[in-house]
């Protein structure tokens, strides 16, 4: 678990976080291990490892918003909560007193072999968050590679995949902390589908224009 200025960041693995500061944000919730009540849920798209219907189920309450990439809402319908919003890219929205925006979040040069498209196209209109919760900004990047829309965002905190196959490598996650400049690196994307800690220690050690925080995962 880090804390930073009050805002409390947990891990579970993937792309799964928890922030909280006087409410709860559950972020792409995959393979958590018990019920875990959210006042707000964050989807970036449609793949099932980051919009996994039994896992939203697990935090998911009639108190809850849930706020996902357009892809995602119409298959979020046996899902029980109080709403459901749609968040475009460079949409911006506050919910609970938690202010969001969609940044773009797609592959440049990760192609699908059997499709020969990129995994994560940008017409699919796949998100990440900025999240500005007491004071402070965290951009959770969704599955994507480094793209123009991501230069001097200047989060405090950045959540970053590092994983390559389907997202940025180690590398390329160490060059898009110097576009986008947070104040704290967190790695993520390795140890579920793909990737692995070695990964995630690679892209500590490249790191040099921020302080890096490589989370265990609990949970």
Known sequence: MLEYNGVKIRWFGHDSFLFEKGVRVVADPYKIAGPLEAD?????????????????QKVASDKTTIVAAQECI???GDVKCKEKKAL????????????????PAYNIDKINPDTKRPFHPKDDK???????????????TGDSDLVPEMENLRPDVLLVPVSGTY??????????????RPKVAIPMHYGSIVGSERDAKEFSEAVRDCKVHVLSRES
């Not at 475009?88 to 940044?103: A, D, F, H, I, Y």
């Not at 796949?126 to 959770?140: A, S």
């Not at 997202?167 to 986008?180: D, K, L």
């Open 40 to 56: 707000l849920v964050l989807v970036s798209h449609n793949h099932f490892d980051h919009m996994s219907i039994e896992d939203l």
């Open 74 to 76: 119409e298959k979020l």
């Open 88 to 103: 475009l890219p460079g949409q911006e929205m506050s919910v609970n007193g938690v202010r969001l925006k969609g940044v």
């Open 126 to 140: 796949k998100i990440g968050f900025l999240i500005e919760m007491g004071g402070t900004t965290i951009y959770h």
């Open 167 to 180: 997202v940025m490598t180690a590398s390329e996650a160490a060059r898009a902390v110097g576009v986008i």
